[in-house]
């Protein structure tokens, strides 16, 4: 049997790391998917940029997700956001 202290630190270490995204749950929906499917990737419609920066990102791109809402600007596609002088992002290759 496990000491009780043992268990009471491992489920706060749980916690603190399922609170702070360390850790992701799988809903079962996903488990159940084909591996064709899980791989397939949607079509990007849109792009985003800021405007204190002149890189253009696809909107999954870990620094698309920091660009403040204010400086945040959205081009329906890769030739717009070329079209006003962006270049791609070198993380996500739009």
């Not at 995204?21 to 996903?30: K, N």
Request: hydrophobic fraction near 40%.
């Amino acid at each position: 049997m496990k000491h009780p202290l043992t268990i009471f630190l491992l489920g706060i270490i749980l916690g603190c790391a399922l609170t702070l995204g360390v850790i992701r749950l799988v809903p079962r929906s996903a488990e159940t998917q084909s591996p064709a499917s899980a791989r397939s990737v949607q079509p990007v419609e849109q792009y985003y940029a800021s405007k204190v920066s002149m890189k253009y990102h696809r909107p999954d791109c870990e620094w698309a997700r920091k660009i403040p809402p204010a400086n945040l600007v959205i081009f329906a596609s890769k030739q717009e956001a070329e079209a006003q002088g962006y270049k791609p992002c070198k993380v996500c290759k739009p």
